[in-house]
């Protein structure tokens, strides 16, 4: 009798032991996961993908209006002269980044004859333009897509250098730098090819990872023309990768702007498409 009962303990000791073992086993499986693959909501998979094509492609677009007042000056109608402003000017940075433009029919149109120098007590810019009697309006804008917020640009009120005038004359006139007006939207040239977003052939692969969007998942980007949410085509900006057959796909579109280099804007709509 006291060897069955040794038996049976023995027995019920092996069971416990087995049990722990397994209750073991299991805890780890569940804690490591061995090829388990983690989870991307469709939520945080859109999000991903439109901050970062957002980021890509934003632009600011700055332009200043230069007002000449040459109503005391002693020519009458227009002709063409050389401007000249010189003294402490309201801008920052390295004068190749900026160009002075003209208004025409609602758009602005850069000289071909400028010249804009900022440097510590020598800052001047120079063109030549048709100017008229009374109030000519002229405009200094960003000319280069990486000039970012230039601490100089003035927001309010008028400035006026210490030396200003027209031509060889040296005839003087009232100069007021209006309030920059910031164009913010898409910059065309991130949608064409050999952009960020759409460059040398085997360039999504190396998009994604800069994205930081998971390996595992895809993504496509597109944008099409007009502010109408009733398109009927869309433009892809490049070739990145197609849904496979049967995959969940999920889109995301927003309505902005598109800003060139002289600060005209058009609507258009972007799109992410993710599965």
Not at 20 to 27: A, G, K, M, Q, W
Not at 84 to 102: K, Y
Not at 115 to 134: Q, Y
Not at 160 to 168: G, Q
């Amino acid at each position: 009798m006291m060897n069955i009962g040794k038996s049976g303990a023995s027995h019920a000791d092996w069971a416990i032991s087995l049990g722990i073992f397994l209750v073991y086993i299991l805890s780890m499986l569940m804690i490591i996961q061995p090829g388990a693959q983690p989870i991307y909501k469709e939520d945080r998979l859109l999000k991903i993908a439109k901050d970062n094509y957002k980021n890509s492609t934003s632009y600011s677009f700055y332009k200043t209006p230069l007002i000449i007042d040459t109503a005391d000056l002693d020519f009458a109608g227009a002709d063409t002269y050389t401007v000249r402003v010189e003294g402490d000017l309201p801008f920052a940075g390295d004068g190749n980044d900026f160009a002075v433009a003209i208004g025409v029919d609602g758009n602005l149109v850069p000289l071909d004859n400028f010249e804009i120098v900022l440097a510590d007590g020598a800052d001047r810019i120079v063109f030549i333009s048709s100017v008229a009697v009374g109030k000519n309006t002229f405009y200094v804008i960003s000319n280069a897509r990486a000039v970012g917020v230039p601490d100089g640009y003035p927001d309010r009120g008028t400035v006026l250098p210490t030396d200003s005038y027209i031509s060889d004359a040296r005839l003087n006139f009232t100069l007021v730098f209006g309030s920059t007006e910031v164009l913010t939207g898409v910059d065309e040239a991130q949608l064409t090819a050999g952009s960020v977003v759409c460059a040398i052939p085997g360039h999504y692969a190396a998009l994604k990872e800069a994205w930081a969007y998971p390996a595992s998942k895809d993504f496509v980007t597109f944008y099409a023309g007009g502010s109408s949410p009733r398109y009927t085509a869309l433009n892809e900006v490049c070739n990145q990768s197609q849904p496979y057959e049967q995959a969940s796909v999920f889109v995301e579109e927003w309505a902005t702007r598109l800003v060139n280099k002289t600060g005209v804007t058009e609507p258009i709509r972007m799109v992410v498409r993710v599965w």
